[in-house]
């Protein structure tokens, strides 16, 4: 997709706390696909033929790497942009765990990486690892994910814009009544950003309503696991004796634990549902009718950006340097480097765009909808 970058400063609200398991209202969910493989460690021991071949050793830490999305879309990408550059590719997964993360920066360093990407599990508990490699002479890019490091350069799809495209497809919908926010992980300022954007859009801020928005339903998610999300969602429904008019899902694997929670009820179709990254299940549900849009961040656009940010870097560790940067004021008030890539909401009206763009095909676009009732699927 030809997407523009959005790089204004932008006046972001607070991070969310250290504590992942907290919540609003009630209890923590999350989402995290769980058939893909162990991320392509192509790396070698430090002094190997594959950390010694070429001047630039990139090495990317995934959070998990069990989530649908970063094997199958944004670690080719990564890969393909590190390696056009003249790059090596080496990678290694935490597993959900901070402190394994920790760890990992380490032991790529060690087996030669001369820049960081790192996808962060929790962007407060990996800031020493990162300023430490900062500090010996690794730049750090902090990939999709905030870091707050002055030093770091941050690259991420403009998530408060993706929070205002959320609320504004539901808000189309339905712009009154009892809503319910599901929101992702507490540790991950994306989950604060998207919230922002919420409010940005009309739904009221945290621990408020308005005179035709009660907000009945607030939680963030641990992990964003669609299963908490799902037991987060039925608890709200039983609360409210089913009486909820909107779910806004942060993300597209915790609006498959709302729809499940909905279906149960036979409420799925009845009731707006948001969420994001374009996931194959989620676009088919938007086919169906059970969710009304999820805001497509092409995770290979955001892959080749930090891949070819990672090779500039290599050459020089300045971020500032890096082509297509902006300043970016941080939650804590630090202004680090950064690119912002602008997002695509996708709703019933406009399938075509993800079809066209070989994002996923009509086959598993269309499975179960009704033939003629949706434009895309024909």
Partial sequence: MAAALAVAGLAIAA???DDSSSSDTAAAGSDAPADSAAPADSAAPAGSDAAAGGDCVVGVSWNNYQEERWAKWDEPALQAAIEAGGGTYISNDAKSSAETQASNLENLISQ????????????????????DSIANGVPVIAYDRLIEDPDALYITFDNVRVGEMEAEAVLGVVSEGNFVIIKGNSADANADFLREGYVNAGIPPVGESS???TIVGETYTDNWDPANAQASMEQFLTAENNEIDAVLSENDGMAGGVVAALEAQGLAGQIPVSGQDGDQAALNRIAQGTQTVSVWKDARELGTTAGEAAVALCATPDPASVAGTAPFTT???????SILLEPIPITQDNLNVVLDAGWIDQAALCEGVDAGSVAACG
């Fill in 15 to 17: 991070c969310g706390s």
């Fill in 331 to 337: 939650p804590d008030g630090n202004e680090v480097t």
């Fill in 211 to 213: 005179d035709t928005i």
């Fill in 112 to 131: 030669g990486a001369n820049v960081l990407v790192v996808l962060a599990q929790d962007g407060t508990a990996i800031k020493p690892a990162v300023a």
